[in-house]
């Protein structure tokens, strides 16, 4: 994760051998590029994981959509509309599943824009992302090479100065014992002479290289960490001020897929409940009516059927007489215009609005 | 299904048996008593597969806010708050993650009500509407068999006034035989004569019976057809209506209990847009700048290791001289004045609020 990285400042009063302080100064230049190595890092791997939570959300969506329509398609009525009786309470329901249906389609929308303006925008981004910070990276360790190099060179020719001031002293100690040894010959005094000279020219050679390389060296160093480092460092905070700017852009998008969708959304179930008030339970009694309604009356009275015609009367007190009721013939029309009253199962025709209607009706004239 | 039952009146001027005319009668009732137990049954099947269709839409709904929660779970930082560092794009991304887990808490509200509003009340409607139903069935069925009783004791009844007619008509035929036999005894004529009488007597009292049970049976089929039916059917259409006026209700709740999660929803996704709109750019550069500054300046110039101090002069050419470039003693405290440029990695101390913060400040005094 992130360290926060602090540093105290070290005691500078202590004698350090240049080269050790050479290294901490290197060390920190390189801790630097290493704290914002991982940060441009961490930035990279904080966007995708965000994509990756994107993208886990789309799916959710996908599979909600997609359980919705499965939903509506198993409800849907299977057959042709006419087979299907107009109850209201039917058509109402449909009415419903359209509406859910619609419903899934903009949950299928929220799924795909968060699939292209969110998630695919991101993984895009990232790739670019990636190919700067590893460019950046790059021209950091370039120019650290390069500061390398010329210190490398200013040290050689640093430590060839002192190789040579060492033979040059060496050659001076020669010369100055010979030169006061009463039995050294003079040509061996000239010749440590001579040599003394060389090594004199030597060492005053290697000084002004090494004066050179260290001028070189020091003007890099300071381009180093006056323009080139910062120059750098910019770049990567250019860089990641981007990141952010487009994640926080990113999480707007995320949620504007979901508010655009809100107002169809909210007539959908505005839609449900018209339908739903659109049931009718009267109307559906009428179509109960029309459904099973008959020409058929109830059947009148049962006539008398006299089976004491054929009996003679006798004069005896047990005459056959008039039954207690009406008499008549068998009649297969069954006594049709016998009952006034003409009501059967239904009521009366229903009207085309809200009228109640019985279940009963006067039956259609034979 | 619904069969849409119409009959054509049949041909009534044909001599029809009365018993098959009743049979027929008979026949229409049941009709319509079975197409009435069909529409009923139908109705609450209806209302039962209505109430499958809310189970399973609940159910979604469920795993729905199921899938949301354990995503907001998953993506929620997992150690303290002190250990993260506090960048705008991180807290706006867990406020958005907070908005989702609010958002599923919703989709959760949705899938309870429509558990307890719609497919809970619908299911206790539907044990209560199947009592009801099975009592009117059970009633119309008790009125069918009464009346059927009635009609057995008044065919009973008839059948035996015939036979007896036919006895008496018997009785008859032998008296008169006897009477006009010359060779028959007076006692014989009068044997015959007296069950001539009997016959009669008895033919006459099972006439009376009959009609009485005539009479009884025409009353009971008018008030069958014209009071005890009625009420019946009325009842099974108010209790019919009962149930289309339900589904209406409830097809209106099944849409308000989502409807009424909307505003909390939008509310939400605003809450996310808010937190898209407090990522800061700037600020989080300041934090980086804080995370990484050091109390370090960029390593001054290098002095000049001036090795040839040790060198005699000794007046040749090749004096070495002061080199081309600064000298002096070796500085620990490596030239803290040398360079003005006290820039190192990072820029001024980052202000609170949006002023663009470079990453690189002046280092802290030593």
């Not at 994107?54 to 909600?64: A, D, H, M, N, S």
């Not at 010959?185 to 002004?208: D, G, I, P």
């Not at 739903?276 to 020409?295: L, T």
């Amino acid at each position: 994760m992130f360290p926060v990285w602090h540093q105290q400042p070290s005691d500078r009063s202590n004698s350090l051998s240049l080269d050790l302080f050479l290294f901490s100064a290197f060390f920190l230049d390189q801790d630097q590029f290493e704290n914002l190595d991982k940060h441009s890092q961490w930035g990279i791997d904080f966007l995708e994981r965000y994509a990756k939570f994107v993208k886990e959300r789309l799916e959710i969506e996908q599979t909600y959509a997609k359980q919705l329509r499965s939903l509506v398609k198993k409800y849907c009525p299977k057959r042709s509309k006419d087979d299907e009786p107009r109850f209201t309470s039917c058509l109402s329901f449909y009415s419903i599943l359209n509406e859910l249906n619609d419903y899934s389609g903009q949950r299928e929308v929220v799924a795909e824009e968060m699939g292209h303006k969110v998630y695919g925008e991101l993984m895009r981004y990232s790739q670019d992302l990636k190919a700067e910070r590893k460019h950046h990276l790059q021209e950091g360790r370039k120019t650290q090479q390069y500061l390398d190099q010329c210190w490398k060179h200013m040290d050689n020719s640093k430590k060839k100065f002192e190789r040579e001031c060492k033979e040059a002293e060496k050659s001076q100690l020669i010369y100055e014992r010979l030169d006061n040894d009463i039995n050294a010959t003079k040509s061996e005094v000239e010749k440590a002479k001579s040599q003394l000279y060389l090594r004199q020219h030597m060492a005053e050679e290697s000084k002004n290289e090494y004066a050179a390389q260290l001028q070189n060296f020091n003007s890099e160093q300071w381009k180093h960490f006056n323009v080139a480092i910062p120059q750098i460092f910019k770049n990567l905070q250019d860089m990641d001020e981007r990141r952010t700017v487009k994640l926080g852009e990113m999480y707007r998008s995320f949620a504007e897929v979901e508010r655009r969708v809100i107002p169809i959304i909210s007539k959908c179930l505005e839609g449900m409940v018209t339908a739903a008030k659109n049931v009718d339970e009267h109307r559906d009694s009428g179509i109960v009516v029309e459904s099973f309604k008959s020409g058929f009356e109830p059947p009148g009275d049962f006539p008398f059927e006299d089976f004491s015609q054929n009996i003679q009367r006798t004069g005896s007190d047990g005459a056959i007489g008039t039954p207690k009721t009406e008499g008549g013939k068998a009649d297969p029309k069954h006594a049709v215009g016998r009952t006034k009253n003409k009501l059967w199962l239904f009521g009366k025709k229903p009207k085309v609005n809200n009228t109640p209607v019985p279940w009963l009706v006067p039956c259609r004239a034979l």
